[in-house]
């Protein structure tokens, strides 16, 4: 019986794992930390968003983005949503995003080990893979539990992201002493920290914006959804859906800018009217009082201040230009970004083993026949919603099936 050893007890290490297992291969599992699939826990605030029915090709990124696509056609929404059936999960559709219907991302690790236990799939935790040995009839692995000899190997050690979890960057090592390259290898889906020192009176406020990422005056990418203000920057989901691009820039040393709207259902020309109507209609009220029901009072305070105009004026008296400048603050609000947060913080990073130096139908190295890469160790990041679990499974099959092929099992 051909042994496969897949390094990297993840998402994409399970999904690789029973694949290949599920064509006869006799499959080991090592992982670092004491139990596999601890990220899964954290997924989806505990819940675990495991796909979309949404699926384009720019729901992922890489520096070659045919790639993931391909990968993704490979191993459709459908058959990840039979896939996980299968194992038990039946899904709940909240609009599109697809969690398991017990709301527990819990159940989900749980079926993912079940389904290794049927396989006879095994798994050695506490086990850090040192280095993988190439050789005339397969490979030599130097654990810091000793050798271990595989017909082929799948590496899927993860990212750097949360490295609480077992994704600390050491595949990336592994790959890189057999002759692999990285695109570099950065925070993504992660809160951005920014300039101003006002953010701290801010802390605690969410809101309805678009977020629109600039850099060096150029526009990378943009977002819509509730935006949380933290005492050094911005967060939330559509912050997270740009980030990437922040990170880029940043390690490119291009000056990075965010624009915010937070009144993004209006065009300017007609927000502006709504703001003048109002200043009509509540002509009593000071300026301090004018966003009352409108706006949170702090974001409005800092817009007040910003724009100069005595806070205790008498909205009647507001000109036309200042009733503009209003309108530029809060439909235009311009914001530098310093960094990101950390690989702590960050749910994924964008970058990853160069996807040029990999068959995209086996998922093997170009470079060492047998090794096979899945999941978040290559250059493949997906937006929030579901995707890097999804392309997780999608590579895991590809992946597999590949390494099964390679040890000669199956055409």
Known sequence: MKRITVIGGGVAGMSAAIFAAEEGAEVTILEQKDRVGKKILSTGNGRCNFTNLYQQPDCYHSDHPEFPWEIIQRFNVQKIIDFFLKMGIYSKNRNGYLYPNSDQASSVLDAFRMECRRLQIQIQTDTKCLEIIPGAKGFRLQTDQGMRKADAIILAAGSKAAPVTGSDGSGYLLAKKLGHHLIPVLPALVQLRCRESFYKGLAGVRVQA?????????????????????????????VFQVSRFASRALYEKKVVKVVLNFMPEFNHDTFLTFLENRVQTRPEKTLNEFFYGLFHKKLADLWIKQSGINGNRQVNTLSTSEVKRLTRLIQNFETIVEATNTYEQAQICCGGIDTREVNVDTLESKYIPGLHFAGEILDVDGICGGYNITFAVASGYVAGKGAVKCCGLIK
């Open 210 to 238: 678009k977020v629109s990422l600039y850099a060096d005056g150029i526009l990378k990418s943009e977002d819509t959804g509730e935006v949380q203000l933290t005492n050094y920057g911005i967060s939330g989901i559509p």
